[in-house]
């Protein structure tokens, strides 16, 4: 899901939003962890691509914003974050 340079974190997010790939480099790979707020969703029926994609925008605000907020403290303070 993050591929790591000094500059840059890039989130591949596939543009199938249910479906997300995930890759790693190969060896051991610290996993660092930021929970933010949850998104409270009440499911239509059906819900409409509008729809969807409003809340997808929130999900990736709520990453950026988690990333801005402790990439510090993770010791990326000079990267930033790239969704691709």
């Known amino acids: 899901m993050f591929q790591s340079d000094e500059r840059v974190e ?3 997010v596939k543009k199938r939003k249910a479906i997300v790939a995930i890759a790693l480099k190969a060896g051991l790979v610290a996993v660092c962890t930021a929970l933010g ?3 409270e969703y009440h499911a239509p029926a059906e819900p409409s691509k509008q729809l969807v994609d409003e809340y997808h925008a929130k999900l990736l605000d709520g990453y950026t914003l988690l990333f801005e907020q402790h ?3 993770f010791g990326w303070g000079q990267k930033e974050l ?3």
């Open 71 to 73: 990439k510090a403290a």
């Open 82 to 84: 790239k969704f691709v």
């Open 37 to 39: 707020a949850p998104i």
């Open 10 to 12: 890039k989130a591949w």
